[in-house]
């Protein structure tokens, strides 16, 4: 594999600093406030799923982007390039791709195509750079060392690959970048694992395979944590700096949806067993994994994919099936403030909300009747609009910057395109 481990930029997409701006009458030098970008999965390291941006008060499509390469990850928006993968289609042997577009218009900018894989996680940015996890879900089935899938840096501006990271791991759930290091959380061979790259040159710091089951959920990174989930329910805290296994918790359940760590308490939704008990949404101690509360009351059993936003003491997150609903919860007793039921068998939000300007943003799914993309009063779950969509929702969650929310969703299993929505 190309393996390069100099890292050579001069772009200006390697800032998100204000903008400077000296008035022509005046002569007064003054900065404006930056702009609340939405750099990786739910906004930021810790995945609060929380903006300052504005955010849209009605429905108005501003473009849409639909290629025939299957339905999309999260999208990212950073210094107006949005930037997404697909996971590919049936006739593209489920080949992804990232793009990367014009945060105003939608136009391309370029596109990048990994190898022989496909791009279920979502990528993130970090000073000028663009890091992207890929996998071959059909390669970790069938137990090969070779060709799970691979981490790669491109550079921002061009998709120009920087570095390629030269060992074989599946990747589904989105990494996080902090302070000069690049977290990942993967499958090998019926184990996950969690690496921590130099993000500037790929190398790797340290690896940690003592993890009971894959990680097919972003990272979570808070307070010099780094934080992951399995699909057998354990939730593990490692020391960022070397990924010494600090604690571990075991919950009721499977655990797809990624951790969000907000002042000190770790935040999680698990589903209920095959046999339809336990599941529920947990609150820990983030230093040290003991359980503050725990919910698990029947309406809260099947939380999917669905990552909790945390905004002003308040959780955000959706759950699946027949009460499939979105729910707001108190932070500090896990007490359901509101729900806004998604009606009907087989409906539910398996994608994560995103919050900004007093409102949240979610898709649901409706089984064999497309989707449903909802803006929702944050303090009380009405319905402030709504927008049905072709397709099914599966990974994507909504990105919020600069007065915006991006969206994007599978068109159909059969024919498995996906659409990008920009609501502005």
Request: proline content about 4%; overall charge negative.
């Amino acid at each position: 594999m190309l393996f390069l481990s100099v890292i050579v930029l001069a772009s200006p997409l390697g800032s998100l600093s204000g903008l400077v701006v000296k008035d022509a009458v005046s002569g007064t030098v003054s900065t404006q406030p930056e702009t609340d970008w939405w750099p990786k999965f739910h906004h930021d390291p810790a995945n609060t799923g929380v903006s300052t941006s504005t955010a849209p008060s009605m429905k108005k499509i501003l473009w849409k982007y639909q290629p025939d390469t299957g339905g999309f990850t999260s999208p990212i928006v950073a210094n107006g390039s949005v930037y997404v993968g697909s996971l590919g289609s049936p006739k593209t042997s489920w080949q992804g791709r990232l793009s990367c577009l014009d945060a105003g218009t939608g136009a391309v900018r370029w596109t990048f195509t990994p190898a022989n894989s496909s791009v279920y996680a979502d990528p993130v940015y970090d000073n000028g750079c663009v890091f992207l996890g890929t996998g071959n879900w059909g390669h970790l089935q069938d137990y090969l060392t070779d060709g799970l899938g691979e981490i790669d840096c491109l550079d921002a501006a061009s998709g120009d690959l920087i570095w390629r990271y030269p060992k074989s791991l599946y990747v589904e759930g989105g990494p996080a970048v902090v302070d000069g290091c690049l977290y990942v959380g993967g499958c090998i061979q019926d184990q996950g694992i969690v690496l921590c790259l130099d993000a500037a040159t790929g190398m790797e710091r340290w690896n940690t395979t003592d993890i009971i089951g894959y990680i097919r959920s972003p990272v979570c990174i808070a307070d010099t944590h780094v934080y992951v989930a399995s699909v057998t329910g354990m939730i593990y805290g490692l020391d960022a700096g070397d990924g010494r296994i600090l604690w571990n918790h075991s919950t009721s359940g499977p655990l797809y949806c990624a951790p969000t760590v907000v002042s000190g308490r770790l935040f999680c939704g698990c589903q209920a067993s095959s046999s339809g008990v336990n599941g529920g949404v947990y609150c820990l101690n983030a230093s040290t994994g003991a359980v503050i509360w725990r919910t698990n009351a029947s309406e809260l059993r099947m939380v999917d994919r669905s990552s909790p936003a945390v905004a002003a003491d308040k959780i955000y997150l959706g759950t699946w099936g027949r009460s499939g609903a979105i729910y707001c919860l108190n932070a500090d007793t896990g007490a359901i403030q509101w729900s806004h039921s998604l009606f009907g068998y087989a409906h539910g939000a398996d994608a994560s909300p995103a919050v900004a300007d007093g409102k949240v943003f979610v898709g649901t799914n409706r089984l064999l009747m497309g989707g449903l993309f909802l803006c929702l009063n944050a303090s009380t779950g009405k319905t402030q609009w709504s927008c049905r969509l072709p397709g099914r929702v599966y990974f994507s969650s909504p990105a919020i910057a600069d007065g915006k929310v991006y969206y994007g969703l599978t068109e159909g299993i059969i024919s498995n395109k996906g659409v990008l929505y920009c609501f502005g």
